[in-house]
């Protein structure tokens, strides 16, 4: 049976992209293929992803030590395998160095597969590898790509020439049970007063509401940023009355918690080849404070409450921008929201992911 490995890197707290790595093996396992995931060293088993449950069975896991005779410099001297043209190697766009390894030094005739989760990441690792030459992609060994968006794939196309029929897309997907405008209820303590004028304490049910808050997500090492943009707003008393939450160290439950609370979401990225977090923020409808990072582009350019500030590295940029979203929120009609976010909730359904990882490995794998 082919083999579908994924190159994956060590990262010992949770990451997006090893987190998309082990959601695609599991789902290609449960659709018969034979996929693992390929961590660098074998010390990574000591990381337990028990979020994952009843799926556990189907993730499964080799290392790079196990499969290749690496020496003390980290360099692949022979291999303790063998790979043939029915195995497919997936690497993340950010280590193009096991392209020519593999095709080049060890002559392997697998299929070789860029998972490219990101834009941003390609340029700067190849030049990095290759002293900075960008090479062409093809020639090191490229044989498919696989990305997650439109502009990813666009981007890849204009800057490489790469063939369009060799790249396909897996769009991610987001729950919507999770990410909605369903605000619900809550239960608290209020205080009745009764016919005799006595005072008590009685439990009742709510509708949740937004509130005056602010969320952010720091991330790709940003979080200065956030911090430099939000002290200028609170000392030039700009956001009197709001609430700031960083959504860190959180479960998506918490965090779909938190933003179907708050009102404004503050988006800071350098690129992306998918934004999860300005996604969630329109799902719950938050006006979102930021840039796109060319990957929001796809639902972030028809969302009528996005505002970006004019200058990304001006913090008095971001203040401005800040107070015509506290501005704007009064404006936002969350029904009109709602009927706005349908598309997406198609687009981005788990359903749809499924079909699109299936339709592409049966491709690549010529099956």
């Not at 599991?26 to 994952?52: R, T």
């Not at 597969?113 to 960008?134: D, E, K, R, T």
């Not at 790509?145 to 790249?167: N, R």
């Not at 979102?288 to 990072?293: A, D, F, L, Q």
Request: with cysteine; charged share 25%; proline share 4%.
């Amino acid at each position: 049976m082919k083999t579908i490995y994924f190159i994956t890197p060590d990262m010992p707290v949770h990451s997006a992209g090893v987190l998309n790595i082990y959601k695609n093996v599991i789902a290609l396992n449960k659709f018969g293929f034979k996929a693992y995931v390929v961590h660098f060293s074998k010390q990574f088993e000591k990381i337990k992803w028990a979020k994952f449950g009843k799926d556990l069975p189907f993730l499964k896991f080799y290392y790079l030590d196990q499969l290749f005779v690496v020496n003390d410099k980290g360099q692949f001297i022979k291999t303790n395998k063998q790979f043939g043209s029915d195995d497919v190697f997936v690497v993340p766009e950010g280590f193009p160095m096991f392209f020519p390894i593999f095709k080049q030094q060890f002559k392997f005739n697998c299929k070789m597969v860029m998972y490219a989760q990101g834009w941003s990441y390609i340029i700067p690792s190849l030049g990095q590898i290759f002293n900075g030459q960008i090479p062409n992609l093809q020639q090191i060994g490229v044989d498919h790509i696989v990305t997650i968006s439109e502009e990813t794939k666009k981007y890849i196309v204009d800057c490489f020439s790469f063939p369009e029929e060799l790249i396909s897309i897996v769009d991610n997907y987001i729950d919507p049970n999770l990410f909605n405008l369903n605000l619900g209820k809550e239960t608290t303590d209020v205080v009745e007063e009764d016919e005799n004028g006595d005072l008590s304490v009685v439990s009742k049910e709510i509708d949740v509401e937004k509130k005056n808050m602010i969320c952010f997500m720091p991330r790709r090492g940003v979080e200065i940023w956030y911090q430099t943009i939000l002290l200028l707003a609170n000392s030039t008393k700009k956001i009197n009355g709001w609430e700031i939450k960083p959504l860190i160290n959180m479960t998506q439950e918490q965090v779909a918690e938190e933003l179907k609370r708050s009102k404004i979401f503050l988006h800071y990225t350098d690129g992306e080849g998918f934004g999860y977090p300005p996604l969630e923020a329109r799902m719950t409808g938050n006006v979102i404070v930021g840039n796109s990072g060319l990957g929001s582009d796809a639902f972030l350019g028809d969302y009528s409450h996005w505002i970006q500030p004019n200058d990304l590295k001006n913090p008095y940029h971001w203040v401005e921008a800040i107070e015509r979203a506290i501005a704007m929120c009064g404006e936002v009609d969350y029904k009109e929201v709602e009927l706005s976010n349908a598309k997406y909730v198609e687009k981005y359904s788990f359903n749809n992911y499924l079909k699109q990882l299936n339709d592409t490995y049966k491709k690549i794998i010529g099956e």
